[in-house]
């Protein structure tokens, strides 16, 4: 059962906006992941904020993760056309090193 | 540096043909994942090695098996194939989580069962 849910399932901004997409999930967690795939292609990290973490910054992403609300956002600042992809979040839970995986979101970044 | 690499990359099979997939990493990684992505389900994990000579189950592992051959190479066999089974499969691998680490995908093998 998926413990990550996107919001939205979708999104399309122009070139150059910002984008927000966020996460809620369930059980306790003790961090939090999210990913990007581009069409046809494997997954690729992006980004971990640990469960006593607030923020996280990398280039153009910012993560924040609300550990009472049960929810994180991933904000992409001055977007690209190749930032064009779906992206996961993903909860890791546990002593173990699994991790359960969102439905994603669709964004699209028009020219 | 390849990262994670599966083969084959495509593959078509008839209902009841077997088939298994092959994943190796040559990052020197101790855990290994399979996943299937389906359509509007985001990634569903089938079975997971914590470390070499162990496998557990995940989410959906009915009508799987897995090998974990050595330290690299962890595969994935369809014993007796369903077009249930039709799907993306990928392969990650990743350092123990205890500290929180991220996982490194395959771009995939394209299973389709007639």
């Known amino acids: 059962s998926q413990q990550g849910e996107e919001d939205p399932q979708a999104l399309s901004i122009q070139e150059g906006e910002n984008a927000t997409m966020n996460c809620s999930y369930k059980?306790?967690?003790?961090?939090l992941q999210w990913y990007r795939q581009n069409s046809g292609r494997g997954l690729v990290h992006l980004i971990l904020?640990?469960?006593?973490?607030r923020e996280k910054h990398s280039g153009r992403l910012r993560v924040t993760l609300d550990t009472s609300k049960k929810s994180s956002s991933l904000l992409i600042t001055a977007s690209r056309a190749a930032d064009t992809a779906s992206y996961f979040c993903a909860t890791g839970t546990g002593a173990n090193s699994k991790l359960t995986f969102g439905k994603g979101i669709t964004l699209s970044v028009r020219p | 540096n390849a990262g994670v690499t599966q083969t084959p990359k495509f593959q078509v099979l008839k209902t009841g043909q077997s088939m298994t997939l092959q994943c190796a990493q040559d990052m020197n990684h101790n855990s290994m994942y399979w996943y299937r992505q389906d359509p509007g389900m985001g990634l569903r994990l089938i079975y997971y090695s914590a470390s070499e000579g162990t496998t557990d189950k995940g989410e959906v592992p009915n009508g799987y098996n897995v090998s974990r051959l050595n330290k690299r190479e962890f595969s994935l066999r369809l014993e007796s194939a369903a077009p249930s089974q039709t799907s993306v499969y990928f392969c990650?691998?990743?350092?123990?989580?205890?500290?929180?680490?991220?996982?490194?995908f395959g771009d995939g093998t394209r299973l389709s069962i007639l």
């Open positions: 990650a691998s990743s350092e123990p989580q205890g500290a929180g680490q991220p996982q490194h």
């Open positions: 059980t306790s967690i003790n961090n």
């Open positions: 904020i640990r469960s006593n973490e």
